[in-house]
């Protein structure tokens, strides 16, 4: 081995430092009592004695861990991913380690590691959580592991090539949450209420015998002669229609809430509802707009369209003007041809600003169903109430 290479893997640690402070207190004794300084002279060389066999126990191997990480293919935004550890153990005997993951930049953790032991030959599994807080490329680095014996004059620095880059894309654990809601019709364990629509504006489903409740106007008088008994026409919620997300990527969507600004809290939301429509065989869209060119993916009722637009939403970063209106008038009448409910999602940061954007909200809502969703700044309110 490399002997520049073994001294770059030498560490000395805290119990070396102490060892040899009290063995230099102990010469400076025995310069004032004679007696002492054979005694200092024993302790230091048994003290070089047990350096160098902590050294040999170390340097024994040259490669003795060996392991890697196991990360999710792409990490989810503004939840808690398990990333683990898989090491092992190539030594003949006992050593406790630190192990410090080169983390990416972005968590601006300056002291993350932590410490196990290894029995001869062991082989663990460890696992931690990051909370990425921001979309993009996340460059993972090596892992270092610092190990001493059961001596611990002595660490030795090993590094495991592990470098690679995993993505952050929008909550998709979130959207698999509520995908399983959705399913197994639970959406309604989460506050999410089914209202009964008083019209027909929806799709025939079967005729059944009339029970009281049911909308007389439901009555099939054929069918009704034909069984000798009231039937009534039942009807479910219509079918493939549009559910557009509409994203504000102004300036007023920069504010930041726990970790998160707003707009990664509406890409969130909007990828979950875009994968609950397409499982409802409704059709999922998407627009952005701000003072620029927007976004858009057209609504499509294809289980694999949410990847189009899980892509679309992994780019999106916000501007810092004030997003023009008039052109997402404009962009909705150029790209979305019927009656659709559009979800817009936006914030207004006073009064005026929200009465000054209302004449185009208007124009929407002549056309389509709009629903717009804004945020509530919760720290103000806590402000407010003191």
């Known amino acids: 081995m490399n002997p520049i290479h073994i001294f770059k893997q030498i560490y000395l640690s805290n119990l070396f430092f102490q060892g040899l402070a009290g063995i230099a207190l102990t010469f400076l004794v025995g310069y004032f009592i004679p007696a002492v300084g054979p005694i200092a002279e024993l302790l230091f060389l048994g003290f070089v004695v047990v350096f160098v066999a902590d050294l040999v126990l170390l340097f024994s191997r040259s490669k003795p861990f060996s392991g890697d990480r196991n990360a999710p293919k792409r990490l989810s935004n503004g939840d808690e991913n398990t990333i683990r550890i898989q090491l092992q153990n190539k030594f003949s005997f006992s050593v406790k380690v630190e192990i410090i993951d080169e983390i990416p930049h972005q968590f601006q953790l300056r002291d993350f590691g932590f410490w196990t032991d290894f029995h001869a030959g062991e082989e663990k599994s460890l696992s931690y959580d990051l ?10 680095g090596n892992i270092n592991l610092f190990a001493q014996t059961k001596i611990g004059l002595v660490r030795r620095k090993l590094s495991i090539p592990a470098q690679e880059t995993i993505p952050v894309y929008p909550s998709f654990i979130q959207m698999r949450k509520f995908e399983m809601y959705a399913i197994s019709n639970r959406l309604t364990d989460i506050g999410v209420k089914k209202i009964r ?65 707003l707009l990664d ?51 999106l970063e916000t501007s ?23 979800l817009l999602y936006t914030n207004f940061e006073t009064f005026s600003s929200m009465e000054r954007q209302l004449p185009y909200l208007q124009r929407i809502a002549k056309d389509h169903m709009l629903v717009t969703i804004f945020f509530e700044n919760t720290e103000m309110s806590k402000l407010l109430k003191q």
């Open 265 to 315: 809290y509406a890409i969130n939301t909007s990828l979950v509802i875009s994968n609950i429509a397409l499982i409802k065989d409704d059709k999922a869209g998407l627009i952005t707009f701000s003072n620029t060119d927007s976004v858009v993916v057209k609504p499509e009722k294809k289980r694999t369209h949410i990847q189009r637009i899980q892509e679309a939403l992994y780019n």
């Open 320 to 342: 810092f003007l004030e997003s023009d209106y008039e052109r997402l008038v404009l962009s909705l009448k150029k790209h979305v041809n019927q009656r659709s409910l559009i």
């Open 131 to 140: 909370r990425p807080t921001q979309r993009g490329a996340y460059d993972f």
């Open 197 to 261: 629509r008083v019209g027909h504006t929806m799709e025939f489903d079967q005729i059944k015998e009339y029970v009281r409740g049911d909308d007389i106007r439901s009555i099939n008088w054929k069918a009704t002669a034909r069984a000798n008994d009231l039937m009534v026409n039942q009807y479910q919620d219509e079918r493939s229609q549009n559910v557009i997300n509409v994203i504000d990527m102004g300036r007023v969507m920069k504010m930041p809430f726990d970790g998160l600004h």
